[in-house]
């Protein structure tokens, strides 16, 4: 079992940054991939970004595909989200997940984070 606290959310202006972060619990973390999936007021949840267990190998949703991305220390346990270029419709709550593959369905995920607020104004 894995428990996951992000942080690192906010309010920025269109075209800033952020970066999020999200530490593991426990000694696996290596043995987890890890994403970052977002959920905005009256939308479904859905996925963003993830990351192999080893690092090398990272899928991307076609909305963030260039603005934002994922890494990973497992020394620290603990993966990130850098989220550049940021537009109102990145606006969401941001939740990191754990499971044993990459997944990229929310139904499929096994372990959630609480979520952190992204607000970004126009």
């Known amino acids: 079992q894995v428990q996951l606290v992000e942080s690192g959310g906010g309010l920025v202006q269109a075209g800033g940054s952020l970066r999020l972060s999200c530490a593991a619990s426990g000694r696996t973390f290596s043995s987890y991939a890890m994403g970052w999936f977002r959920q905005a007021p009256g939308k479904e949840r859905e996925f963003a970004a993830a990351?192999?267990?080893?690092?090398?190998?990272?899928n991307y949703a076609d909305s963030v595909k260039g603005r934002f991305t994922i890494s990973r220390d497992n020394a620290k346990n603990t993966v990130y989200l850098q989220m550049n270029s940021l537009k109102p419709e990145d606006t969401a709550v941001y939740y990191c997940?754990?499971?044993?593959?990459?997944?990229?369905?929310?139904?499929?995920?096994?372990?959630w984070g609480q979520g952190t607020q992204v607000t970004v104004s126009s």
């Open positions: 990351i192999s267990r080893s690092g090398y190998s990272t």
């Open positions: 997940a754990a499971d044993r593959v990459v997944v990229t369905t929310p139904s499929a995920v096994n372990y």
